[in-house]
């Protein structure tokens, strides 16, 4: 049966992943396993395997629209990966933690061949006067993924996973279109904006450090709630904190959407440092440190 993604790993070569508080490394075959496990909670019809790179010389064909090569460092490797079809039936050669001569000769996205010699138009250019093209748009889903991966944890690995199979195979993962169909803000939002929250936006563009906090937002991909959620944290004034909650939070402005997963299911919590969770409680706990007034 056809696979959405495949992981092509040594199953022995140590990954960025660690163990706590020990700091052994993960091996990569374990991860990609990891991996395979947590995209059955969110998407149970996806199917994902992992391939050794034993088992490649044995295999003629991964049967996968997506190959995901990790690890692969040396070139004569490449050799094996080729013989298994890769470049002819994958619809994306994906590759990650290899050495550049390795990712040359492998890595696709569909037609966009990134590691070609020959560019088109500059990329300025192109993205004037092509930003509705195919070609674009292969090029913004290795770009996503590219940052999300390089931030080095779980999440962020399966929603690059989710990128790559809902743009390279017949599968469509709403979660995957709800991030990344919006790249900026537009007038949509503005009109939610203005009539929920006009003090706390007065306020937070008359603070300095409110401003900067809202330029790493707008630096953020579509509705990255991972990069947003980082500009948050780092920027923690009471100016940007009452901003925040009433755009993101109380009427969420910018749409953002993730459905919560049926599993795990975890009990709700009841109480909170020895005394009863009450709501007033969970206001503080979700504004933050500064302890904020609704």
Not at 175 to 197: F, H, Y
Not at 264 to 275: H, V
Request: charged share 25%; proline share 5%; hydrophobic share 40%.
């Amino acid at each position: 049966m056809p696979v959405e993604l495949v992981f092509i790993v040594d199953d022995a070569a140590p990954s960025f992943f660690t163990v706590k508080p020990t700091g052994e490394a993960v091996p990569w075959g374990k991860v990609a396993e990891h991996e395979c496990a947590k995209m059955k909670w969110d998407y149970p019809e996806v199917r994902m395997e992992v391939m050794t790179l034993q088992q490649v010389a044995a295999r003629q064909d991964t049967n996968a629209d997506v190959a995901l090569v990790i690890g692969v460092q040396e070139p004569a490797q490449v050799e094996a990966l080729q013989r298994l079809a890769l470049q002819r039936n994958a619809n994306a050669v994906v590759t990650k933690e290899c050495s550049s001569s390795v990712t040359q000769q492998l890595e696709r996205f569909g037609g966009f061949n990134p590691c070609s010699a020959w560019k088109p138009v500059p990329k300025a250019l192109d993205d004037t006067l092509f930003n509705d093209s195919r070609w674009v748009v292969l090029r913004k889903v290795r770009e996503i993924c590219a940052e999300v991966w390089d931030r080095h944890s779980a999440d962020d690995m399966l929603f690059a996973l989710q990128c790559y199979i809902d743009a390279f195979s017949t599968a469509e993962l709403p979660s995957v279109r709800a991030v990344t169909s919006t790249d900026e803000t537009g007038l949509k939002e503005v009109p939610c904006m203005c009539s929920n929250c006009a003090k706390e936006m007065v306020d937070c563009f008359s603070d300095p450090v409110c401003r900067a906090a809202l330029d790493c937002l707008n630096s953020c991909k579509g509705n990255d709630q991972v990069c947003s959620y980082r500009c948050i944290t780092s920027f923690e004034t009471p100016a940007f904190e009452k901003f925040v909650l009433r755009i993101l939070q109380k009427h969420n402005c910018m749409g953002n959407s993730t459905a919560v997963p049926d599993t795990p299911d975890p009990e709700a919590k009841q109480s909170f440092r020895g005394d009863t969770l009450t709501h007033e409680v969970a206001e503080v706990l979700l504004q933050g440190w500064l302890g904020l007034s609704a």
